[in-house]
């Protein structure tokens, strides 16, 4: 028998269903927040980004890279934000037209990492992501930002999802230079204490040690140098505006010095919804974002101001599950009518009366074999149904019913006068 690959997984009806229900909710926000929606390439070349997150473990350690018949160096996109870039910059989307209603972008899709496979971590996995850009002519502007956290957090209150919002600013480039060279020198003299890959990241990526699972709880991480005291009055009062707009509008967060968030593009407002279920384990954050001021420069593109956000969509599948969501529970094998014979002779009939129906009417489902009337009753219950269509066992071949189960009102229809009523019947089934 072929398996399939390691840190992939078969997504079942359960698990589909619940990430369409995701999805829903996405884009239904999406479109409140008139975002346009995107697609790009599952492969990029790797220089791409090589170029943006270079010091990350990404490009360090977890991409899938090949050559492919070309000797073309390619990778297997292991995040959403660094493709958006190169289409905004190759596709000229920061330029509004008839097709582009605004600057703000949403797409959802699988991403490839090669990591250790765990629960809420998986080679391929699936990511919704949305991206802001503004011209630098105009100022920082905090309501971009608030905007986007809005928005996350009214996606996770309608899946229903227990959370908290962490945040922190992480300031501008110089402030964050500033920052980490103070950093860097307070943690030399422990340099010894740290984990392996903590002494590397005292050269390259010094911040990623505030957060780092194992040193991060040691004593002389958490009394290191904070960065407020290196942002400039600019970034200062940037964040402070931000936490200003979130206070006015009930959005409840806290702020949380030790956060920066693992890709190098980040700057200023960084933060974390991460889930307060105790089965989420290590893998508790679920939707991280920021802005990010100079990426779309550095990839060669116009300089823009840039903000966003990914959600694990993986990582939430796990937590409605888990917790049994009750969201979830309300759509998952649920059939709306269930249509059955319990004569054979009238499956031709009930078949063609299914499929006149599901031109108006949705979730649907025709059993092929006949089955006594009690047994459809009992199918009926099981997918939740609040319709059940049957033949009636007195009547013979003439007649059907429509029964709903949730109020106990049943009419009775001639098959010979089907389209006769057809309007009838269907304002039945739309009345629930």
Known sequence: MVSKIKGTKDYSP?????????????????????????????????????????????????????????????ALRPEGTAGFIRALIENKWYVPNDEIKSTKFAYFGPMFRYEQPQKGRLRQFYQAGVETIMPKDQDLNPYQDAELIIMAWNILKSLNIDFVLKINSIGDLNS?????????????????????????????????????????????????????????????????????????????????????????????VVYEFVSLSQNAGSQSTVIGGGRYSNLVKDLNGPDLYASGWGMGVDRLIDLMLDDKNHLFKDINNKIDVLIGASNINNLDKLFSLCILLRNYIPNIEFIPTPFKSKKLFEKAKKYNSTFLVCDDEKEGDNCFIIKNLLTNEKWIYKFSLLMDNKDEIITKFLKK
């Open 176 to 268: 964050r230079i500033l920052y980490q060279d103070n950093l860097k020198k307070y943690l030399q003299d422990y340099k010894n204490e740290l984990t392996e890959t903590s002494q590397e990241r005292l050269n390259n990526n010094v911040l990623r040690i505030l957060d780092d699972k194992i040193d991060s709880q040691k004593d002389f991480v958490k009394n290191a140098p904070k960065i407020d005291s290196f942002l400039s009055e600019k970034s200062k009062e940037y964040f402070d505006k931000l936490l200003y707009i979130l206070d006015k509008n009930a959005i409840k967060y806290q702020k949380d010095s030790s956060l920066v968030r693992g890709l190098d593009y980040y700057d200023e």
């Open 14 to 74: 359960s698990l589909a269903n619940c990430k369409e229900v995701i999805k829903k909710q996405f884009y239904k926000q999406i479109k409140n927040f008139c975002f346009n929606i995107i697609e790009t390439p599952i492969m990029e070349p790797v220089e791409l980004y090589r170029r943006s997150v270079s010091e990350s473990d990404i490009v360090k350690k977890e991409m899938y890279e090949f050559k492919d018949k070309g000797k073309r160096d390619i």
